[in-house]
């Protein structure tokens, strides 16, 4: 059973920073991408940065220059720094990973995707 548990979030005022974890636990071969999403109250859920396992990483525009994701393979954690919060970054965030588990001997693999179940972030002005 693979688990991602999320911590970090909390309340801030505008201008403030937050960081945010998500840790993958399980019986996991390894971890293609990991990202974060979050979700608006009254709003759809929303892609805010995702990361591969070679590093490479792409951000929502409004996440450009305030948010920066990293991950630790060896310890099968995604990072999400944020900083200069604003009001209109208040939601829930979600960690989600691509998990590969190895089946057989011959490399034989399967590719599943898991959500966290989420970190409220809430920015006052």
């Known amino acids: 059973q693979v688990q991602l548990v999320e911590s970090g979030g909390g309340s801030v005022h505008s201008g403030g920073s937050l960081t945010l974890s998500c840790a993958a636990s399980g019986r996991i071969s390894s971890i293609n991408t990991m990202g974060w999403h979050r979700q608006a109250p009254g709003k759809e859920r929303e892609l805010v940065a995702v990361?591969?396992?070679?590093?490479?990483?792409n951000y929502a525009d409004f996440a450009k220059g305030r948010f920066a994701i990293s991950r630790d393979n060896a310890k099968k954690t995604v990072y999400l720094q944020m900083n200069s919060l604003n009001p209109s970054d208040t939601a829930v965030y979600y960690c989600?990973?691509?998990?590969?588990?190895?089946?057989?001997?011959?490399?034989?693999?399967?590719?599943?995707?898991?959500w966290g179940q989420g970190t409220l972030v809430t920015v006052s002005s």
């Open positions: 989600n990973a691509d998990v590969r588990f190895i089946v057989n001997v011959e490399g034989g693999y399967f590719d599943k995707n898991y």
């Open positions: 990361i591969n396992n070679a590093g490479s990483t």
